[in-house]
T-cell receptor, first 115, second 110 residues
C-alpha cells in the first residue's frame, strides 16, 4: 500500500508568481484535504475535495484553488503569491469524506518559500 | 467557531516521569478529537482518537465534555516519545475539516 506523496519537496518563488503543488492520495482513498502550516503553528485547513468536487473550505482567499482528478490525486494552486504564503503545505487523504472514525493520512509536505 | 488550544509550547520531562499534554477545545456540536504526532524528520501521523478509547504506545486520552478537554497522558515517558504533538478536532459541519491546536513539543531527557 502506497502512502500519501507530495511534490515537489521544496519550492522557492517570488511575490506575485503562481505555484502548483501536487498530491497523490493513498490507495483506496477518495478524499483529499489541504492544510497550510506556518512556522511554529499547527496546520490550518484550506479545503477538501471529495470525488472531484470541493467539499468544504477554510478561511483562505480565492487565490487558493484546487483540483481533484479521477484517480483522486489533487493539486493546490496559489496565485499572486504573498510573503505570508511561505509555509509547509500538507496534503491528507482519507477513505471517505469524513464519517465517524474516518482518519486523515498526511503526506510529507511541500515547503514553499516566497521571496 | 471551533478552536483547539494547547497551552504548553514545550514540555520537558525526565525519562520514566509522567507526562501530560493539555488540550482544550471549543465547539458547539458533538466533537471528534484526535492526537497527532510528528517525530523528527517524519510526517504527521495519527496517535489516537477518542472514539477508539485505545492506548497507543502507552498514551491515553479521555474526552471530558464538561471541561471541554482531551488531555494526553503517559505514566512513564520514554526518550523515543520526544516529538511534536498536535491535538485536533473534526467538524462535520465544516466540511469534515480538522482544526489543530498550536502543538506541544515534548522533550524527554535521559
Amino acid at each position: 500500500e502506497t502512502g500519501v506523496t507530495q511534490s515537489p519537496t521544496h519550492l522557492i518563488k517570488t511575490r506575485g508568481q503562481q505555484v502548483t503543488l501536487r498530491c497523490s492520495s493513498q490507495s483506496g482513498h477518495n478524499t483529499v484535504s489541504w492544510y497550510q502550516q506556518a512556522l511554529g503553528q499547527g496546520p490550518q485547513f484550506i479545503f477538501q475535495y471529495y470525488r472531484e468536487e470541493e467539499n468544504g473550505r477554510g478561511n483562505f482567499p480565492p487565490r487558493f484553488s484546487g483540483l481533484q482528478f479521477p484517480n483522486y490525486s489533487s493539486e493546490l494552486n496559489v496565485n499572486a503569491l504573498e510573503l505570508d504564503d511561505s509555509a509547509l503545505y500538507l496534503c491528507a487523504s482519507s477513505p471517505t469524506s469524513g464519517g465517524a472514525g474516518d482518519t486523515q493520512y498526511f503526506g510529507p509536505g511541500t515547503r514553499l518559500t516566497v521571496l | 467557531a471551533q478552536r483547539v488550544t494547547q497551552p504548553e509550547k514545550l514540555l520537558s520531562v525526565f525519562k520514566g516521569a509522567p507526562v501530560e499534554l493539555k488540550c482544550n477545545y471549543s465547539y458547539s456540536g458533538s466533537p471528534e478529537l484526535f492526537w497527532y504526532v510528528q517525530y523528527s524528520r517524519q510526517r504527521l501521523q495519527l496517535l489516537l482518537r477518542h472514539i477508539s478509547r485505545e492506548s497507543i504506545k502507552g498514551f491515553t486520552a479521555d474526552l471530558n465534555k464538561g471541561e471541554t478537554s482531551f488531555h494526553l497522558k503517559k505514566p512513564f515517558a520514554q526518550e523515543e516519545d520526544s516529538a511534536m504533538y498536535y491535538c485536533a478536532l473534526k467538524s462535520r459541519a465544516a466540511g469534515n475539516k480538522l482544526t489543530f491546536g498550536g502543538g506541544t513539543r515534548v522533550l524527554v531527557k535521559p
